[in-house]
Antibody
Framework: AVQLVESGGGLVQPKESLKISCAAS????????MYWVRQAPGKGLEWVAR??????????YYADSVKGRFTISRDDSKSMVYLQMDNLKTEDTAMYYC??????????WGQGASVTVSS | DIVMTQAPLSVSVTPGESASISCRSS???????????VYWYLQKPGKSPQLLIY???NLASGVPDRFSGSGSETDFTLKISRVEAEDVGIYYC?????????FGAGTKLELK
């Protein structure tokens, strides 16, 4: 079965950095685009970042709200995707979901990693 | 950015009856390849979102056929026939045509 497991969330202060990870299994990871979507407390879904596959040069895309501060990356040998978050702001507080294009875009979701940015 | 507008924001349904949720995009989601890139997700209370419908009208794996999606280039509908207790949650439409991907604000479905 397709499974995505996030880790690395936590409480950080504004301007600090945090890296969250997502371990994938149950599908051909190297063939799948990967995404991060976040949800602030009591709010809706916000797409954060996307990374394509090797044939597509691992192209990356970001929401304007995180561009220049967040970096998505992947390690196909480990079936892992990462989100490096720098210069964090209080408005980045959210549950961060890892999603995959196992068969079609965003058809698989993890349980989420909670990130709280507060002084 | 493409704006996705959902209506209503909440709906109360008697079990066994049907429900419809509308979603409108600020730009056509019809690609030149003939595919319309609108997706529907359900987030059950306390859970992660799950895919229901992809490319406007295709049922995701494991999703009951009580769910169906339809629409045009900018106006889309999710229909739930014979609503059950397990259908409670927040429904989101999303566009995956172009970056940045965007979602509607969500429609909360409750039971009467």
């Amino acid at each position: 079965a397709v499974q995505l497991v996030e880790s690395g969330g936590g409480l950080v202060q504004p301007k600090e950095s945090l890296k969250i990870s997502c371990a994938a299994s149950g599908f051909t990871f190297s063939n799948a685009a990967m995404y991060w979507v976040r949800q602030a407390p009591g709010k809706g879904l916000e797409w954060v970042a996307r990374i394509r596959t090797k044939p597509n040069n691992y192209a990356t895309y970001y929401a304007d709200s995180v561009k220049g501060r967040f970096t998505i990356s992947r390690d196909d040998s480990k079936s892992m995707v990462y989100l490096q978050m720098d210069n964090l702001k209080t408005e980045d507080t959210a549950m961060y979901y890892c999603t995959a294009a196992a068969n079609t875009p965003m058809d698989a979701w993890g349980q989420g990693a909670s990130v709280t940015v507060s002084s | 950015d493409i704006v996705m507008t959902q209506a209503p924001l909440s709906v109360s349904v008697t079990p066994g009856e049907s429900a419809s949720i509308s979603c409108r995009s600020s730009k056509s989601l019809l690609h030149s390849n003939g595919i319309t890139y609108v997706y529907w997700y359900l987030q059950k209370p306390g859970k992660s979102p799950q895919l229901l419908i992809y490319r406007m009208s295709n049922l995701a794996s494991g999703v009951p056929d009580r769910f169906s999606g339809s629409g045009s280039e900018t106006d889309f509908t999710l229909k739930i026939s014979r609503v059950e207790a397990e259908d409670v949650g927040i429904y989101y439409c999303g566009q995956l045509l172009e970056n940045p991907y965007t979602f509607g604000a969500g429609t909360k479905l409750e039971l009467k």
